[in-house]
């Protein structure tokens, strides 16, 4: 597996956290983001 793999599992344990902190905001940006 490649690192990208490894990041894209990040960003979406961080999509998840942010998703259950607040209700389905534009998270997909904070993913760009980073």
Known sequence: MT???K???H???QI???I???QLIP???L???E
């Open 16 to 18: 998840y956290r942010q």
């Open 20 to 22: 259950k902190q607040w």
């Open 11 to 13: 960003c979406a344990d």
């Open 3 to 5: 690192t990208a793999t």
């Open 7 to 9: 990041q894209d599992a």
């Open 31 to 33: 993913c760009t983001l």
């Open 27 to 29: 998270v997909k940006n």
